[in-house]
């Protein structure tokens, strides 16, 4: 008898085997039962004939309720009907745990209370796929920064200074001290880039953000690449580039998850490179043609976002924001001084930033200047200027969201669907 999962099901055809796992649903008609089992790899049924198992077994598939915990073995048949290809003809089932009554049932639940029942609802068909998509999202990242020569450097999570701005800093108790939660690796990286050339954080960050938006976490995880001798172009050339290949992976590796989510594919074929490049000012020029009367130096909102990714069908980058509503590292453009060397990724169909990079400050007065115009506090940033102070070069990077990607990549309403237990301004539990 092998023990085996229902993913490598096909290579045991006719063979007797051991599944362990759980109840997924049940149909029961006279002399049979159908067991759906799931086993965390796959969904696969187990027809129970009452001539083939003692009455004892048969009364208990009877009995067994949805989630129960259970293992079966019988024999591997070809089942041209099931979109898997196979059956299992069960010779024996064992209950490891007769479950409770399931608080999630087929019929509709609200999404409120899905989430309250997170624990439970991973087990469900869009959790699966949606997280599934995630595991080769996030292996698609490290392979593609493994394989373009950047180190991984773990980045701190405890940090004693703001990266992203003061205003969504959760603050803790570090020995009588304060230190703040990571919004970003960035600053870390800059220091690695140094030492290593070409170098990635990734790791989980942290913004108490107030927004009770569809794209908001207060913990996301985010892929952070940094890059000696790198300017914004490079910079660019690197997210679009990266971005090619993790959606490439995901048609390639996801098919199946994709379909469960009715995905339109046709949309994701279309990411190829080069992906259009424009400038703050004709993002604005854009808004103004669709009526919007947002004014030249704004930052662009949500909605904003929304209708200039819009206009494209494959993500966009736009670059050179205003400097005033950008963060004090980034590099000011030496050809306009109210301009950042900075862009972001925006993602087609209406969702929005998934990247933010661009090119760091490297001369020591303009970013000392920088500090004090935020009002951040120089004795903290003593060893960034450090940075600045020996060997100083150009150098730029970026940070993408994982799940802004996810949520776009899956088609998905809100980003909290694709982290396995969401935390926002109204979620804590479970
Ligand atoms: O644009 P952001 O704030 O950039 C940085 O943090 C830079 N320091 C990164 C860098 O250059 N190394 O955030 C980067 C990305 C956004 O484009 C978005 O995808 C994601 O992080 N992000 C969030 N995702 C979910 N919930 C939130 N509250 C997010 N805030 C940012
Ligand atoms: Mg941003």
């Given at each position: 008898m092998e023990?085996?999962?229902?993913?490598?099901?096909?290579?045991?055809?006719?063979?007797?085997?051991?599944?362990?796992?759980?109840?997924?649903?049940k149909r029961s008609s006279g002399k049979l039962h159908f067991l759906q089992l799931r086993d965390g790899t796959g969904i696969i049924q187990c027809v129970v004939f009452k001539g083939d198992v003692s009455e004892e077994i048969f009364k208990l598939c009877g009995e067994l309720t949805q989630e129960s915990a259970i293992i079966v073995r019988g024999t591997v048949r070809r089942d041209e009907r099931s979109t898997l290809g196979f059956e299992i003809g069960a010779s024996d089932v064992e209950c490891v745990q007769m479950a409770e009554a399931y608080p999630i049932t087929p019929k509709e639940h609200g999404l409120a209370y899905l989430m309250d029942h997170r624990h439970l609802w991973l087990r469900s068909t869009r959790p699966h796929a949606i997280l599934q998509v995630r595991h080769e999202v996030v292996k698609a990242c490290r392979d593609y920064m493994d394989t373009n020569g950047f180190i991984l450097m773990d980045?701190?999570?405890?940090?004693?200074?703001?990266?992203?701005?003061?205003t969504t800093l959760f603050e803790t108790d570090y020995f009588g001290e304060k230190a703040y939660l990571t919004q970003s690796g960035q600053l870390y990286m800059e220091a690695a880039a140094m030492a290593f050339g070409k170098v990635y954080c990734f790791g989980p960050t942290f913004r108490s953000e107030k927004s009770k938006t569809r794209r908001h976490l207060t913990e996301f995880w985010m892929i952070e690449p940094e890059m000696a001798y790198c300017d914004l172009d490079g910079d660019m050339d690197l997210a679009e580039d990266m971005v090619v290949y993790i959606v490439a992976r995901i048609l390639e590796e996801c098919s199946e998850e994709l379909e469960v989510l009715e995905r339109d594919i046709g949309k994701l074929e279309k990411v190829k490179k080069p992906f259009p490049r424009i400038s703050y000012q004709q993002a604005i020029d854009i808004l103004h043609k669709t009526g919007s009367d947002i004014r030249w130096g704004v930052d662009l909102g949500g909605d904003d976002e929304t209708v200039v990714s819009q206009q494209f069908e494959t993500p966009i980058l736009v670059h050179r924001y205003p400097t005033k509503v950008k963060a004090f590292y980034m590099k000011e453009d030496p050809q306009d001084a109210r301009l950042a060397l900075c862009m972001d990724m925006l993602a087609p169909e209406g969702y929005g930033e998934i990247i933010g990079g661009g090119q760091r400050e490297d001369e020591l007065a303009i970013l000392e200047r920088k500090l004090s115009e935020h009002e951040l506090p120089k004795e903290t940033f003593a060893w960034y200027l450090d940075l600045r102070r020996y060997g100083s070069v150009p150098h730029a990077g970026f940070?993408?969201?994982?799940?802004?990607?996810?949520?776009?990549?899956?088609?998905?309403?809100?980003?909290?669907?694709?982290?396995?237990?969401?935390?926002?301004?109204?979620?804590?539990?479970?």
């Amino acid at each position: 008898m092998e023990k085996v999962s229902i993913s490598t099901i096909q290579f045991f055809e006719d063979r007797e085997v051991e599944l362990k796992g759980w109840l997924y649903n049940k149909r029961s008609s006279g002399k049979l039962h159908f067991l759906q089992l799931r086993d965390g790899t796959g969904i696969i049924q187990c027809v129970v004939f009452k001539g083939d198992v003692s009455e004892e077994i048969f009364k208990l598939c009877g009995e067994l309720t949805q989630e129960s915990a259970i293992i079966v073995r019988g024999t591997v048949r070809r089942d041209e009907r099931s979109t898997l290809g196979f059956e299992i003809g069960a010779s024996d089932v064992e209950c490891v745990q007769m479950a409770e009554a399931y608080p999630i049932t087929p019929k509709e639940h609200g999404l409120a209370y899905l989430m309250d029942h997170r624990h439970l609802w991973l087990r469900s068909t869009r959790p699966h796929a949606i997280l599934q998509v995630r595991h080769e999202v996030v292996k698609a990242c490290r392979d593609y920064m493994d394989t373009n020569g950047f180190i991984l450097m773990d980045a701190p999570i405890f940090t004693p200074a703001a990266c992203e701005g003061t205003t969504t800093l959760f603050e803790t108790d570090y020995f009588g001290e304060k230190a703040y939660l990571t919004q970003s690796g960035q600053l870390y990286m800059e220091a690695a880039a140094m030492a290593f050339g070409k170098v990635y954080c990734f790791g989980p960050t942290f913004r108490s953000e107030k927004s009770k938006t569809r794209r908001h976490l207060t913990e996301f995880w985010m892929i952070e690449p940094e890059m000696a001798y790198c300017d914004l172009d490079g910079d660019m050339d690197l997210a679009e580039d990266m971005v090619v290949y993790i959606v490439a992976r995901i048609l390639e590796e996801c098919s199946e998850e994709l379909e469960v989510l009715e995905r339109d594919i046709g949309k994701l074929e279309k990411v190829k490179k080069p992906f259009p490049r424009i400038s703050y000012q004709q993002a604005i020029d854009i808004l103004h043609k669709t009526g919007s009367d947002i004014r030249w130096g704004v930052d662009l909102g949500g909605d904003d976002e929304t209708v200039v990714s819009q206009q494209f069908e494959t993500p966009i980058l736009v670059h050179r924001y205003p400097t005033k509503v950008k963060a004090f590292y980034m590099k000011e453009d030496p050809q306009d001084a109210r301009l950042a060397l900075c862009m972001d990724m925006l993602a087609p169909e209406g969702y929005g930033e998934i990247i933010g990079g661009g090119q760091r400050e490297d001369e020591l007065a303009i970013l000392e200047r920088k500090l004090s115009e935020h009002e951040l506090p120089k004795e903290t940033f003593a060893w960034y200027l450090d940075l600045r102070r020996y060997g100083s070069v150009p150098h730029a990077g970026f940070g993408m969201g994982i799940e802004r990607m996810i949520t776009w990549i899956c088609g998905l309403h809100h980003v909290r669907e694709t982290i396995p237990f969401p935390r926002t301004l109204q979620r804590l539990y479970p």
